[in-house]
């Protein structure tokens, strides 16, 4: 049995709800969903197999995108020789009056309307097929999820709508990425600076775990320290250490929530130093200890299992 957190619903048309979801791959058979909705499912932490119908069974990690638009089957099963897995996923579900999951081996009927004027005929227009894309969080998708659990966590006046355009956005974001067919295919196009700034996220969401200077990711990228700060900052709008750490807290709330590790695990795994350290930083940016988070976070979970 899954556990579900960050509920947000109802959602803005053409959106149901967007939530996260806690559950364990057995080591014996898989978890059997019968999904009659479309979703979008971002995974966040874990790793296992995933099969829809009787299809082949894919890798399925962190950072990856699956879109689900048609009735199905689909099952999470534990990787081959691995201990069963506790699975973090956030689940993006659509309305399913007005756009609903279809029925395998049909495509869903054309909806009416300018595909730029109504989000809904642009939805349908774009995404048709079942697709697994693999790291589909990219440096425009991942800051995107990031704020939409933090409203869905903090849920501040007008945070449902603030959810429902974070939703939009990450879709639309979604679809061009799908129709680049890979962020791999465009740094060739993108100006210097938006390149050098998309290898310096990769670098530092593949190194959390260790202590970072500027001057090794300016070496491992090949250019400047000066340089890559100047243009790191000119592209984002912050500084390549505040960037860290906001991957490193977003990283330690998935954790917190999605893993029983200890706190010294995960102040570990995130990077930091030491466990007060962790704890500091943790509440001056998040308002709460690493503890106290985790404990609300379940408390407000129970109600939803």
Known sequence: MGT????????????????????????DGCNDIPNRS??????LEGRCLHQIDEE???PFEPGDVIVI???????????????????????LVFNPTTCPAFPAGQRP??????????FTAFVRQHLQEVVHLRQGQDETI???LTELRQEAERQLPGYRFRVSALCMSVVVQLIRRLQLNAAQAVPDRQPRRAHLAL??????????????HLDEVAEQL????????RSFKQETGQTVFCYLQQLRLEKAKTLLIGSDKTISDIAALTGYSSLSLFSRTFKRHVGSSPLQYRQQRWEQAVEKI
């Open 38 to 43: 479309f979703k979008i499912v971002f995974m």
């Open 69 to 91: 638009p048609r009735i199905c089957r689909q099952r999470y099963w534990a990787l081959p020789g691995k201990e069963a897995q506790r699975l973090h996923a956030l689940r």
């Open 222 to 229: 090949a250019v400047s320290p000066e340089h890559l700060a």
């Open 109 to 118: 009927a054309a909806r009416r309307g300018d595909a730029e004027r109504d």
């Open 56 to 58: 082949a069974r894919l």
């Open 199 to 212: 290898h310096v996220r990769e670098f530092l969401l593949k190194n959390l775990q260790r202590e970072l």
């Open 4 to 27: 579900t957190l960050n509920s947000v619903e109802p959602l803005g048309e053409p959106f149901h709800c967007v939530d996260e979801q806690v559950f364990v791959t057995p080591l």
């Open 142 to 144: 991942r800051p995107l």
